[in-house]
Each structure stands twice: as structure tokens, then as C-alpha cells.
């Protein structure tokens, strides 16, 4: 992050107004629906919202499903929540659209000592029909390839943020 360009392309995104309710509402409620489905396990609202671009890297969707759902079910046994915030960026080019979402995920790994690792992360939600559908790229898809194959005008702003982890103690 030397170069001078981006240097202050990223001071520009950082001053940035946030982007509208108007312009993140429909991401927002997919996002939430998203979020709430993870956390319940529930399995098929997960798979329906799942970005087709990683859809296509299987050839047997049977087989990512049934991978989506043991995972999901490993989370929502470990009482995964998650807590979502608001979004930091709205991009729009032609059919095009991104919105980036932080998110929270604690999920307790042992209660008898209240310890859960807490995870910041990012939804990229996306929509390649001018908002009509979106789809959920979670904490696994970061980078700029995914970035530019859900939005093909990405430019490396806002920066793809992969996600962190720590450990934490809850609160009785």
C-alpha cells in the first residue's frame, strides 16, 4: 500500500459518505435473512442465497449442500449468532451491483469456561440483474477474483477484508 494512488484512493473511500438506505435495503434484508439462517442452520435459506459463483466451482451441488449443511449445523451447535452492521459500500455500474456488509460471528467453542471465538468479517452481497436478485458471498470468498467475478468493474476498492478471529470470554 505504497503506491501514492492508492494510497489516497483509499483515504478517499474512507471519507466517503456511507451509502444510502435507499441504495443497501434490498442487500440489508437479504443479508439478515442470510444471517438468520446461518445462525438457525437452516440450510436451504443458505444454499438459495449462496452466490452462484461459488455454486459453480462444484459440479455436484448435492454433494455443496450437504457440505453447507454439516457446516451449518457445526455453528448453530456451537450457538453461533451473528450480528450485522451497517454497510460501508454501495457500488452500481450498468446491471451491477455490490453492497459490502460487515458482520460478528461469535460462536461459543467452550461453554464451560464461557470462551467463543469472535469473528469480523465482511458479506459481499451482489446482484447482477440491476438489484431484481442478490446473493451472499460469506467470510470463505475474499479477495479481488471473487470480487471481479460478482461485480466484473471491481477495482480493488472497497478493499476485499479477510476475516479475523479472536478469542474471547463471554459474559455470564
Not at 110 to 127: G, K
Request: with cysteine.
Amino acid at each position: 500500500m505504497n503506491h501514492p494512488v492508492a494510497l489516497v484512493a483509499t483515504l478517499v473511500f474512507a471519507l466517503a459518505a456511507p451509502p444510502t438506505a435507499a441504495q443497501t435495503d434490498p442487500a440489508v434484508a437479504v443479508v439478515r435473512e442470510y444471517s438468520t439462517a446461518v445462525s438457525r442452520a437452516d440450510c436451504p435459506t443458505v444454499f438459495a442465497r449462496l452466490s452462484p459463483s461459488l455454486k459453480a466451482r462444484y459440479s455436484n451441488q448435492q454433494v455443496l449442500q450437504a457440505e453447507i449443511c454439516r457446516f451449518l449445523e457445526a455453528l448453530h451447535a456451537e450457538g453461533t449468532s451473528e450480528t450485522i452492521q451497517q454497510p460501508i459500500a454501495s457500488l452500481s455500474e450498468g446491471e451491477y451491483r455490490l453492497v459490502v456488509i460487515p458482520f460478528r460471528r461469535i460462536g461459543r467453542i467452550d461453554a464451560a469456561n464461557n470462551l467463543a471465538v469472535a469473528t469480523q468479517a465482511q458479506y459481499w452481497v451482489h446482484s447482477s440483474d440491476a438489484g431484481r436478485t442478490w446473493y451472499v458471498l460469506d467470510i470463505g470468498c475474499m479477495g479481488p477474483k471473487w470480487a471481479n467475478e460478482v461485480f466484473p468493474p471491481y477495482n480493488g476498492f472497497p478493499p476485499a477484508v479477510p476475516a479475523s478471529g479472536e478469542l474471547v470470554r463471554l459474559e455470564q
